[in-house]
């Protein structure tokens, strides 16, 4: 529990401050840029953090989930509008797509680690027999 805790909490911080503390900002006079923040800032931080998180740790389909439990909480605070709930739906999908986006340059980087140790291992002549390891000798007699 204090593992996951450990993972998702700078990402929850970061959308606590962009869902939370971001729109007192956009409130009153500065209202016409309420929609530059529901359709641009909230989706690029949930397909960066998405995007980070996976590249850290590997897919997680639990963590696109933060995002919009989050937001639902700036929903019920400041907007008073509940058709502002269609994003909910919009962050969680972006979120998946950041996370599925991260994962696939995770992959990519294991693969490239693996292939760098492969390489690494090829040079040196060893034959592993289950527990027994026999070394290959390049001299006669």
Same mark, same amino acid.
């Given at each position: 529990?204090?593992? $996951? +805790? &450990?993972?998702?909490?700078?990402? +929850?911080? *970061?959308? +606590?401050?962009?869902?939370?503390?971001?729109?007192?900002?956009?409130?009153?006079?500065?209202?016409?840029?309420?929609?530059?923040?529901?359709?641009? $800032?909230?989706?690029?931080? +949930?397909?960066?953090?998405?995007?980070?998180?996976?590249?850290?740790?590997?897919? #997680?389909?639990?963590?696109? $989930? *933060?995002?919009?439990?989050?937001?639902?909480?700036?929903?019920?605070?400041?907007?008073?509008?509940?058709?502002?709930?269609?994003?909910?739906?919009?962050? $969680?999908?972006?979120?998946?797509?950041?996370?599925?986006?991260? #994962?696939?340059?995770? &992959?990519? /980087?294991?693969?490239?680690?693996?292939?760098?140790?492969? &390489? =690494?291992? #090829?040079?040196?002549?060893?034959? &592993? *027999?289950? /527990?027994?390891?026999?070394? =290959? /000798? #390049?001299?006669?007699?």
């Amino acid at each position: 529990m204090i593992n $996951l +805790a &450990k993972r998702y909490l700078p990402f +929850a911080l *970061i959308f +606590a401050a962009m869902y939370l503390v971001l729109p007192i900002f956009f409130q009153g006079e500065n209202y016409r840029y309420d929609a530059i923040e529901y359709q641009f $800032l909230f989706p690029a931080t +949930a397909l960066v953090s998405g995007l980070v998180y996976s590249w850290r740790h590997g897919v #997680d389909f639990t963590f696109p $989930l *933060i995002a919009p439990i989050i937001y639902i909480g700036s929903v019920l605070i400041y907007s008073h509008y509940y058709h502002w709930i269609i994003y909910v739906f919009i962050y $969680l999908i972006v979120g998946m797509l950041g996370c599925f986006i991260g #994962d696939m340059v995770y &992959k990519s /980087n294991i693969e490239q680690e693996n292939a760098g140790e492969r &390489k =690494k291992n #090829d040079s040196e002549p060893n034959i &592993k *027999i289950s /527990n027994f390891t026999v070394e =290959k /000798n #390049d001299r006669e007699g």
